[in-house]
């Protein structure tokens, strides 16, 4: 069974750019969580997404920044016109169920290095 | 608001010396507690996990108690390998909550042979 699997695992923009970072969650799971490290700090929660729905997006900047799952393919997590300031490790996590149920171990990728020049 | 905080690194021990990573945490309410562990260019691993006051969580050695008095869920293990080297994350989630994990800043351990 394939974890989650992020790409890229290093992507490198220039102020302005555009970034995508794509995270396809474990087989079978259908609550996706993007959250933000950056340097010597801890993770940041950003937003929880189940199939095709937002769910809480309260971690995410309100400008530049966009998320989504799709009924099918990866989800997307976009930020546009980056900034050196979203220079940071990008992480994705998957649960099979909403959290709380008992089944609620998060799965996390490996993460989207983003530089930003 | 909610909090964790978590001793600061690096920790630095020899092989077979014993642990201890403090953290203790703010929260209104029952929260969840968790350990994770990251290996270096990884995502987080959950390593154990206690969902109320005085639960043990227990993996791999390593343990951990939800003191509810203290506010704390310190991270032990007796005897430390050199492959437990990492950067290990105390966090906290409420019940029944989205999977909002709030996390500690992380500390970095250093397993020396």
């Known amino acids: 069974n394939a974890g989650v699997m992020q790409n890229p695992r290093h992507l490198v923009r220039r102020r302005g750019q555009e970034a995508r970072l794509r995270c396809s969650p474990v087989?079978?799971?259908?609550?996706v969580y993007w959250y933000r490290q950056l340097p010597e700090e801890g993770l940041k929660f950003m937003v929880y997404l189940q199939k095709e729905n937002i769910i809480d997006e309260s971690g995410m900047p309100k400008e530049r920044f966009s998320a989504e799952f799709p009924k099918e393919g990866p989800s997307i997590l976009r930020i546009q016109q980056v900034v050196r300031g979203d220079s940071a490790a990008y992480f994705c996590?998957?649960?099979?169920?909403?959290?709380?149920?008992?089944?609620?171990?998060?799965?996390f990728g490996n993460g989207t290095r983003l530089t930003v020049t | 608001g909610d909090s964790v905080t978590q001793m600061e690194g690096p920790v630095t021990l020899s092989e077979e010396a014993f642990l201890t990573i403090n953290c203790t945490y703010t929260?209104?309410?029952?929260?969840?507690l968790f350990w994770y562990v990251q290996y270096p260019g990884e995502g987080l691993q959950l390593l154990l996990k206690?969902?109320?006051?005085?639960d043990k969580g227990s993996n791999k050695g390593f343990e951990a108690t939800y003191r509810k008095e203290t506010t704390s869920f310190h991270l032990e293990k007796g005897s430390v390998q050199v492959s437990d080297s990492a950067v290990y994350f105390c966090a906290l989630r409420y019940s029944g909550n989205t999977g909002k994990l709030i996390f500690g800043q992380g500390t970095t351990l250093q397993v020396k042979p």
């Open positions: 087989k079978g799971h259908s609550h």
């Open positions: 206690a969902t109320k006051a005085d």
């Open positions: 996590a998957s649960s099979p169920s909403r959290v709380g149920t008992g089944k609620d171990v998060l799965h």
């Open positions: 929260a209104t309410g029952y929260p969840s």
